[in-house]
Nanobody, 124 residues
Framework: QFQIVESGGGLVQPGGSLRLSCAAPGFGLQHYAIGWFRQAPGKEREGVSCISSSGGATNYADSVKGRFTISRDNAKSTVYLQMNSLKPEDTAIYYC?????????????????WGQGTQVTVSS
């Protein structure tokens, strides 16, 4: 029962930080490229960041460059999204997705497995 599970979302004040985690319990994500996506109310899903299976290649949406960092743990079993200097416009449901190869893009068809999302709310 391979599944993607996100965690770490919550309510944070503008300027604050959160770290999201993505995992596949009992399996690990070491064989997959990983993308983070988000969807705000009334808006389409958009790519945020992605990382290769080795962790050697990453990409970021322009809107989060310099503020967000994607990384993998040493065993590559878990992927993280460190979010700093959060803004109200970062409020969204954040989804983790796994693909069999890394393209460096945020095309939805590059990703085969999706988590159910974790809510991030940035508000005073």
């Amino acid at each position: 029962q391979f599944q993607i599970v996100e965690s770490g979302g919550g309510l944070v004040q503008p300027g604050g930080s959160l770290r999201l985690s993505c995992a596949a319990p009992g399996f690990g994500l070491q064989h997959y490229a990983i993308g983070w996506f988000r969807q705000a109310p009334g808006k389409e899903r958009e790519g945020v960041s992605c990382i290769s299976s080795s962790g050697g290649a990453t990409n970021y949406a322009d809107s989060v460059k310099g503020r967000f960092t994607i990384s993998r743990d040493n065993a590559k079993s878990t992927v993280y999204l460190q979010m700093n200097s959060l803004k109200p416009e970062d409020t969204a449901i954040y989804y983790c997705a796994a693909g069999v190869s890394y393209s460096g893009s945020f095309a939805l068809y590059d990703y085969d497995y999706w988590g159910q999302g974790t809510q991030v709310t940035v508000s005073s």
